[in-house]
């Protein structure tokens, strides 16, 4: 089956989860959240060092993590974000126009030192509202070569923020409610989300984390335990109490309090700093709205949206009514995460989930900070003039040689195709004969014994490096789509045969014919010998196991009796017309 990894990664912290499946069908196998930073030293900037690379890359060996095909998030915190309007609709439109649009709305920085892409928040019949983001080509490219020195090369890069809404998405949380938000509070950096009508009207990064109360807290504590005692009081400062931000009192002010009462008033004092600040950031991007929405639910989550009384802080933040609720993330996708870790991992797989169903090919956004453009933007129109002219001269070169050739071949050959001693024909005749010897050799003459998808999925991974390559080569991430493929419904065949084979004795498989483009449903064929018709039956009941197909969608095969049993042909199974992102 097909793997799908999603790479949420800081300067500071590395998120994976590996998934399989394909489309909006993902189960998770494998999620980690785990620092890269170096101990005791927060990163100064986008650029990473060996070091990082060196703990990211033990980080993916330890846990046997697949490095192809990847999706990796870029952190909000490290882009420029600004509204526009433009008079088109058309996304190929808008693509044309937005780098010189975004000339005049950067003003701290050169336009060839970025990467520009953007995300359409709304329309009207002749305008789009455009949040247009931009990135630093220098801190992109570091990303991907480092990345790059240990084995993982990124089919995309999308914003934080925009997995996340990719994940929302995905799970139909836009189906559930008109209008919501979603405050992820992570180590470093709070994110903003608000969408409306299945659409991300609103987006912000806050440079504020639960790290940052952490760092002052353990620096408050210095002498008494440090980060150590920190972390326990942020998990838990006084879990007796019922309102966290409010200082316990004594009856006597001259009485002393103990030094574990002290250092929980600390923590107390220090979360509640934190969250004065978090609310007047978030009012302050409610403000600069366009329109005012009537939230139906607040959702929070992230490693900061564990701390006590974060759920009542939010709704605060928001000057909103709406039920708060943990974002329930792994309760509507299947996944193999232990128990004990389905917390924490609940707080921080959001975004890296929403990279792995973009490349697994569900994707809302369409955005994609993609290499080429990071590596090669504006340098092709130096050259593109020059080019057209040499290929051009080129092409018309050949076409010449092409038609000296033809009328030089008429001359010796005048009936090329329909003379029967023709070069052409005997070529033709001599390939044909070859195919044809090809194809008997190759037919399956020896039982089934062991059938198995790791030859076809093997073809399958050929396959998709071939497409990224080209995707690479053009600098179209994303925008190829994979062609149909008879490589699943062979996979699922082979699979619902493989237990059967104890009861299936001697089946011998001479011809199987997969019908990719067939409408209104894509089939399967089989046509081989069995020693009994009670055969055929049991390969029936097998293959009816097959999800979504059943016994309805299986033809009767054609049985003749033959000398060393039963042959049949034409056992054909009806599978279900694809689904959009699936192939």
């Not at 128990?339 to 929403?354: F, K, N, R, S, Y």
Request: hydrophobic share 40%.
């Amino acid at each position: 089956m097909s793997v799908y990894v999603g790479l949420d990664l800081t300067t500071a912290r590395a998120r994976i989860v590996e998934t399989e499946g394909s489309g909006k069908k993902l189960k998770v196998t494998k999620f980690v959240s785990a620092d890269v930073a170096e101990p005791g030293k927060p990163p100064s900037s986008a650029f990473i060092d060996d070091a990082f690379a060196d703990r990211l890359r033990a980080v993916m060996k330890e846990h046997d993590f697949a490095t192809d095909p990847v999706g990796m998030s870029w952190d909000a915190s490290l882009t420029t974000f600004r509204d526009l309007d433009l008079p088109f609709t058309g996304m190929e439109q808008l693509r044309k126009v937005i780098k010189y649009e975004a000339e005049s709305h950067l003003h701290n920085c050169d336009i060839e030192d970025v990467v520009v892409s953007f995300y359409k928040l709304s329309e009207t019949p002749d305008k789009s509202h455009l949040m247009l983001m931009a990135a630093r080509k220098d801190h992109l490219l570091n990303r991907i070569e480092t990345l790059q020195s240990i084995g993982v090369d990124p089919m995309m890069i999308d914003l934080d923020a925009l997995g996340m809404f990719n994940t929302l998405v995905a799970l139909e949380y836009t189906k559930e409610h008109e209008t919501f938000a979603v405050l992820d509070c992570g180590r470093r950096t709070t994110n903003v989300l608000v969408v409306h009508k299945g659409r991300l009207v609103l987006t912000r990064a806050i440079r504020m984390g639960s790290e940052h109360v952490a760092a002052r807290l353990a620096h408050d504590l210095a002498d008494s335990g440090g980060a150590e005692k920190a972390q326990a009081l942020l998990q838990n400062p006084d879990p007796n109490r019922d309102d966290l931000l409010v200082p316990a009192r004594r009856e006597s002010a001259d009485v002393e309090k103990l030094p574990s009462e002290l250092e929980r008033d600390l923590a107390l004092s220090r979360i509640g700093d934190f969250y004065g600040k978090m609310q007047k950031e978030v009012r302050r991007t409610l403000a600069t709205s366009r329109t005012d929405w009537k939230l139906d639910a607040i959702y929070v989550t992230g490693p900061g949206s564990l701390m006590p009384g974060f759920a009542e802080e939010a709704a605060k933040s928001f000057l909103s009514e709406a039920p708060v609720k943990k974002l329930d993330v792994l309760s509507r996708v299947q996944h193999e995460i232990p128990a004990a870790e389905v917390p924490m991992a609940e707080a921080e797989i959001a975004t890296a989930l929403g990279l792995a169903y973009k490349v697994a090919g569900f994707d809302e956004t369409a955005v994609d900070f993609r290499q080429e453009e990071a590596r090669y933007a504006k340098k092709f129109d130096q050259v593109k003039e020059p080019l057209v002219y040499f290929c051009s001269f080129v092409l018309f070169f050949v076409l010449i040689l092409n038609l000296y050739d033809i009328k030089k071949l008429s001359v010796v050959q005048p009936f090329l195709v329909n003379k029967q001693n023709s070069h052409i024909a005997q070529i033709h005749t001599y390939v044909s004969k070859k195919f044809q010897e090809a194809m008997t050799a190759a037919k399956w003459t020896k039982p089934l014994q062991e059938p198995s998808a790791k030859s076809i999925d093997q073809m399958q991974r050929l396959m998709d490096q071939q497409r990224n390559t080209l995707m690479g080569e053009l600098g179209r991430g994303g925008t190829i789509p994979r062609m149909p493929s008879a490589f699943d419904m062979l996979r699922q065949t082979f699979d619902a045969i493989k237990p059967r084979m104890g009861s299936i004795e001697k089946l011998v498989i001479t011809q199987i014919k997969v019908g990719v483009r067939t409408q209104p449903q894509r089939t399967v064929e089989i046509s081989g010998f069995v020693p009994t018709l009670a055969g055929v039956e049991d390969l029936r009941e097998a293959l009816a196991s097959i999800p979504e197909i059943g016994e309805a969608n299986i033809e009767r095969p054609k049985t003749t009796a033959q000398a060393n049993g039963i042959q049949f042909q034409g056992l054909k199974v009806k599978f279900p017309k694809p689904q959009k992102g699936e192939y």
